[in-house]
């Protein structure tokens, strides 16, 4: 029998598209082992230096006294922290993007991050669970405020997140919105729950009003092992969702019409993959307060990467979202020296002109 060969444009094709699949995998290894190299740092820098050779000696269980504490108690909880945080953030940011068709999307422009902070400060203020405290072994370099009910803050700080997103989707459910639109009453949503957390503050003392800014500040560096265990499983088992879905998601990029056409649920994923983007982003606020803008941010830089397929989207979002927090709180606490500036205003610094430049892409179009 004679041997059909396929056509030498559908080989080239193969090739060239092998080749630019290997040079986008190859790129992310690369964002890891900077992500690993920065680790490496940010255990090594701050108001108490130490060396490489310290740094693992302390991490083999080889150190004890102020090195191990130091390593153990403060560092790597906070790095650990950062990353996950920063990882949840970045596929928040992906799974709203991607499910509204709306590169705008995010938890702080959805309302979600706002409507955590109005249940924070009812929390502290209506239930008192704010107050003041000395000496914190966990905040280095901050106030000596603390948070003494952290469960209570937490819990209201979830339940308000969640509330953001059931009204987001029950408008856009009754009344067919478009993804613009959705935005816009996300925005308007937001600016309900800052008015009531300011109208909170307004009959607050002044210890519950410096509990609330100091929980809104956003600070990675709050949590114990036990609060980073939780984000961690929930992170971990939502990306897994959206990793099984990518699929899904990247018929959702022609449309919906098309996507039902394939056989997609475009509803159910819609709902599903909300719900869940909104416990990850509520999770990362409810322990760490307010870190604006980064779920915005780390999806439209991996797109200029790697484009919008969803196969390498994710993790590229999720990756440079645990890079940019860590390397914003690193930064934070290399500046500021003995203390630590708060990762929210860092945060914000670098979402903010890119908001802004997302609006003027999207009227000079």
């Known amino acids: 029998m004679r041997e059909v060969h396929p056509p030498s444009g559908s080989k080239t094709i193969t090739l060239v598209y092998r080749e630019a699949l290997k040079k986008k995998v190859l790129l992310f290894l690369a964002i890891l082992l900077l992500l690993a190299l920065l680790m490496g740092y940010a ?4 108001s108490y230096e130490l060396s490489l050779s310290g740094v693992v000696r302390a991490l083999l269980g080889q150190a004890d006294g102020p090195m191990e504490t130091v390593i153990w108690n403060i560092r790597f909880p906070r790095i650990v922290a950062a990353i996950l945080s920063g990882w949840g953030l970045g596929l928040a940011g992906i799974a709203f993007q991607s499910l509204l068709k709306n590169p705008l999307a995010s938890p702080s422009t959805l309302g979600i991050s706002q409507g955590a902070a109005f249940g924070a400060a009812f929390a502290i203020v209506v239930f008192g669970a704010g107050g003041m405290q000395a000496g914190s072994l966990r905040v280095q370099g901050a106030s000596p405020l603390n948070i003494y009910s952290l469960y209570a803050v937490t819990l209201f700080a979830f339940g308000g997140a969640l509330a953001a997103t059931l009204v987001i989707l029950t408008l856009a459910r009754l009344k067919k919105m478009s993804p613009e639109t959705i935005i816009l009453a996300g925005v308007a949503l937001s600016s309900l729950f800052v008015s009531g957390t ?3 503050q307004y009959f607050a003392s002044e210890v519950e009003i410096a509990a609330v800014v100091f929980w809104a500040f956003g600070d990675v560096a709050r949590s114990t092992w036990k609060e980073i265990g939780v984000l961690g499983l929930a992170t971990g088992l939502i990306t897994s969702y959206f990793a099984l879905n990518r699929w899904n998601l990247n018929a959702l ?16 994923i819609r709902i599903i993959g909300m719900l869940l983007a909104t416990v990850v982003a509520a999770l990362v606020t409810c322990f760490h307060g307010v870190i604006a803008f980064l779920g915005l941010l780390a999806p439209h830089i991996g797109r200029r990467l790697i484009g919008s397929d969803h196969r390498l989207l994710i993790p590229y979002s999720c990756a440079l979202g645990a890079l940019l927090l860590l390397l914003a709180d690193t930064a934070g606490r290399v500046i500021i020296g003995s203390g630590t500036l708060p990762v ?11 908001f802004l430049y997302l609006l003027w892409r999207g009227y000079q179009r």
């Not at 255990?43 to 701050?46: D, E, H, I, M, S």
């Open 198 to 200: 300011i109208l909170i």
């Open 43 to 46: 255990l090594a820098v701050g």
């Open 344 to 354: 929210g205003v860092l945060t914000s610094f670098l979402g903010a002109p890119l």
């Open 253 to 268: 990029l022609a449309g919906e019409e098309v996507a039902k056409s394939l056989g997609v649920e475009v509803e159910r």
